[in-house]
């Protein structure tokens, strides 16, 4: 059962334009969204994360969207750079700790 | 800050044989978890441990699979028999209890022949 679903394997843009990540969730208890950035053999890393009362928040070049009622998040990253190049994963949690991700977006951004 | 330690990086092993996977979270991380990395699911979470209890190993694919959590310093996630379909990427990540970010290990990568 995927509670959190990201429909695009992968992405490809070009330098200093703009990336968009989207990722649809089921569950209506998740209350807190967060984006993780994974390299080849390094386990994932924290980059933005949103609470489910705001329906923005702006990290530098990273903005995180969350649409509550359409279950839908997207992350934007502008201006894309050859080192955001990675694979990306929503994940999702309730009020308690069991954090669910989707299936990753390879981003890959070409000079 | 050593962060979250995973043992072995890569193991390779025959159908039928015991594999073991150890993890060692943050000091001070009273909440653990163990997630599989595969192409078709992407990262899904198999158990997490609160305080050294299991709360929630409903994400264990079957009775070959087993963690423990000894102590608040160890976590072992152990497959036995082995079976090809096991191959995957196995991370452990740990947080404090309540909080909204966990941080990953490095992964161990299995591959069953």
């Known amino acids: 059962d995927q509670q959190v679903k990201q429909n695009s394997p992968s992405l490809s843009v070009q330098e200093g334009r703009i990336s968009i990540l989207n990722c649809d969730y089921t569950n209506s208890m998740f209350d807190y969204f967060l984006w993780y950035k994974k390299y080849p053999a390094e386990g994932p890393t924290f980059l933005i994360s949103i609470s489910s009362i705001k329906d923005k928040n702006e990290d530098g070049r990273f903005t995180v969207f969350l649409n509550k009622s359409a279950k839908h998040l997207s992350l934007h990253i502008v201006p894309s750079q050859p080192g955001d190049s990675a694979v990306y994963f929503c994940?999702?949690?309730?009020?308690?700790?069991?954090?669910?991700f989707g299936a990753g977006t390879r981003l890959t951004v070409k000079p | 800050d050593a962060g979250v330690i995973q043992s072995p990086r890569h193991e390779v092993t025959e159908m039928g044989q015991e594999v073991t996977l150890r993890c060692k979270p943050i000091?001070?991380?009273?909440?653990l978890f163990w997630y599989r990395q595969t192409m078709m699911r992407g990262l899904e979470l198999l158990i997490y441990f609160n305080n050294n209890v299991p709360i929630d190993d409903s994400g264990m694919p079957e009775d070959r699979f087993s963690a423990k959590m000894p102590n608040a310093s160890f976590s072992t996630l152990k497959i036995q028999p082995s079976e090809p379909r096991d191959s995957a990427v196995y991370f452990c990540a740990s947080t404090i209890s309540g909080a909204n970010v966990l941080t990953f290990g490095a992964g161990s990568r299995l591959t069953v022949l």
């Open positions: 994940a999702a949690k309730p009020m308690s700790n069991d954090m669910r």
């Open positions: 000091s001070g991380h009273n909440s």
